[in-house]
């Protein structure tokens, strides 16, 4: 970080250590320490592939009804698969949990879908993209949680199913609801509408100050929301490794990454300085 970061985090510490309903809301940028690509790195997984061509909702319907699967939609598994299964919490993580654990830290809004912030010890995860550990019932909409080493198993037994155009298998594979019905992974996809934003809404407009990290505030509704915490009269610290996105509405800015910026924030708002 530079010199004029580094005051900036001393705002930071004082604001957030004075905090009496802190709200952080994340983005990609959060896990990018993870190993996980976010939307915008040039190179990464959705440079590469067009979201409108993967299928998204309709891949099972597809599925079901006998199309083939795209070989862009099967190498997208694959690859989000391969880097999945390594990745893990980062020490950014590490320290949201620390703050929940510190009673400072009200509730985590994500649009991140890894699960990560319940994996590192935040209990309070509002996800308006939705959740890849968690299913939802095509047929009657229940909610199923799966462990990261069942998305892990379900995702290679996905992969050879298709590969070998096993139709009963895949419908074996899905029908995991007590109902019987199919069951698909519970994200948000493009044009479809958002998870929780009420309780992300109110949490927003509740809070008094608002951490924002690793996002470059482009999708809506959710990028809305540090908008909504500000007319409510907080006051926002973003921290962006390259730029600050929300430089217009924020009272202190970090240029640094999360996974470095947070760990040092909590040890100094611990100490007290
Ligand atoms: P984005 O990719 O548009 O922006 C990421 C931002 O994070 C950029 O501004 C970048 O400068 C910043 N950044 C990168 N590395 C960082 C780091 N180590 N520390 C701090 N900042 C860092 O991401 P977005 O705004 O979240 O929007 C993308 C959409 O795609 C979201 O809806 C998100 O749900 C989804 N997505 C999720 C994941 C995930 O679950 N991990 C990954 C990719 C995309």
Redesign the pocket.
């Known amino acids: 970080m530079k010199s004029m970061d580094e005051e900036r985090l001393v705002e930071a510490v004082r604001l957030v250590g004075g905090a009496k309903r802190l709200v952080a809301f994340?983005?990609?940028?959060?896990?990018?320490?993870?190993g996980?690509?976010?939307?915008?790195?040039p190179g990464?997984?959705?440079d590469r592939y067009d979201p409108d061509e993967l299928g998204g909702g309709d891949l099972f319907s597809g599925l079901l009804s006998g199309s083939a699967v795209p070989d862009t939609t099967f190498q997208f598994i694959s690859e989000f698969l391969a880097c999945y299964e390594d990745a893990r919490p980062n020490p950014?993580h590490d320290a949201l949990a620390e703050l929940e654990r510190m009673g400072i830290l009200r509730a985590v809004i994500?649009?991140?879908?890894?699960n990560?912030h319940r994996e590192a010890g935040n209990t309070d995860v509002l996800e308006?993209?939705g959740n890849?550990c968690r299913l939802s019932c095509m047929s009657c909409g229940a909610k199923v949680r799966l462990e990261r080493e069942e998305l892990v198993a379900m995702g290679h037994e996905l992969l050879d199913l298709l590969g070998a155009g096993d139709l009963a298998g895949l419908m074996r594979l899905i029908s995991r609801c007590s109902c019987g019905g199919a069951c698909m992974l519970d994200v948000?996809g493009f044009g479809e509408p958002v998870q929780q934003m009420p309780q992300a809404s109110h949490e927003s407009e509740n809070c008094d100050v608002m951490l924002i990290?690793?996002?470059?505030?482009?999708?809506w509704p959710?990028?809305s929301l540090p908008v909504r915490a500000k007319r409510a009269g907080a006051r926002l610290v973003e921290?962006?490794?390259?730029?600050c996105?929300f430089a217009d509405i924020i009272d202190v800015g970090i240029v640094?990454?999360?996974?470095?910026?947070l760990p040092r924030l909590v040890e100094l708002v611990k100490t007290g300085r």
């Open positions: 994340t983005g990609a940028g959060m896990s990018e320490e993870s996980i690509p976010t939307f915008r790195d990464g997984l959705w950014g994500t649009q991140n879908i890894d990560f308006v993209h890849v948000v990290l690793g996002t470059s505030g482009v999708v959710a990028a921290v962006n490794a390259t730029e996105c640094g990454k999360t996974g470095e910026v």
